[in-house]
Nanobody, 124 residues
Framework: QVQLVESGGGLVQAGDSLRLSCAAS????????MAWFRQAAGQEREFVAC????????YYRDSVKGRFTISRDNAKNTVFLQMNSLKPEDTAVYYCAAARTLGSPPRGADFGSWGLGTQVTVSS
């Protein structure tokens, strides 16, 4: 398994941008599919975005399409989530996750390694 540490969260205003990073330690990072999930207070965790190990396929939840972009740098063992045009409903703890295999579409149960999360708060 890989160990994951998220960073880049914070308090921003609606319409602002943030870039989340997830640093992975351990071997074979490039062999993992990576994803971002989020969990708002009192709500269930939800899928946000996913990138395959090679970067050739990207998945997004509908509400973030066109605003969020997931990317990865396998040389730096890091995955990113660029979040633009942020909305108050994007407020949540954002988690990075890694999977060896993916369902179609990706599900939380596919991911065996999780970070501790980073808080994103968007004020109106």
């Amino acid at each position: 398994q890989v160990q994951l540490v998220e960073s880049g969260g914070g308090l921003v205003q609606a319409g602002d941008s943030l870039r989340l990073s997830c640093a992975a330690s351990g071997r074979s990072f490039s062999g993992y599919h990576m994803a971002w999930f989020r969990q708002a207070a009192g709500q269930e965790r939800e899928f946000v975005a996913c990138i395959t190990w090679s970067g050739d396929r990207l998945y997004y939840r509908d509400s973030v399409k066109g605003r969020f972009t997931i990317s990865r740098d396998n040389a730096k063992n890091t995955v990113f989530l660029q979040m633009n045009s942020l909305k108050p409903e994007d407020t949540a703890v954002y988690y990075c996750a890694a999977a060896r295999t993916l369902g179609s579409p990706p599900r939380g149960a596919d991911f065996g390694s999780w970070g501790l999360g980073t808080q994103v708060t968007v004020s109106s």
